[in-house]
């Protein structure tokens, strides 16, 4: 069974800057696309980025040239840097893996922008 773990989540002042990690519980190869996703009350989850080997990341408009998605291979571990974090950005948020027609989703991590 699949495990994603996400850990770094908080309460960061409007400007400030988060660091989000995933850790997953087998290799990052055996997936295809892992992600980042937030969810806000009585809302849809939404994509914030996506990352695939061998392809450029992709992101959310929203969060563009503010968060950037990595992936530690070694540590099966993707990451999400935040920064210029504004209120908009609270939000409960998860992490995704998809292999083949499965997908895994962590269990959420609360972040929370004040202004």
């Known amino acids: 069974q699949v495990q994603l773990v996400e850990s770094g989540g908080g309460l960061v002042q409007a400007g400030g800057s988060l660091r989000l990690s995933c850790a997953a519980s087998?290799?990052?190869?055996?997936?295809?696309?892992m992600g980042w996703y937030r969810q806000t009350p009585g809302k849809q989850r939404d994509l914030v980025a996506t990352?695939?080997?061998?392809?450029?990341?992709n992101y959310a408009d929203s969060v563009k040239g503010r968060f950037t998605i990595s992936r530690d291979n070694a540590k099966n571990t993707v990451c999400l840097q935040m920064n210029s974090l504004q209120p908009e950005d609270t939000a409960v948020y998860y992490c995704?893996?998809?292999?083949?027609?499965?997908?895994?989703w962590g269990q959420g991590t609360q972040v929370t922008v004040s202004s």
């Open positions: 087998r290799s990052l190869f055996s997936f295809g696309a």
């Open positions: 995704s893996a998809r292999s083949g027609f499965a997908s895994y």
């Open positions: 990352i695939m080997s061998g392809h450029n990341p």
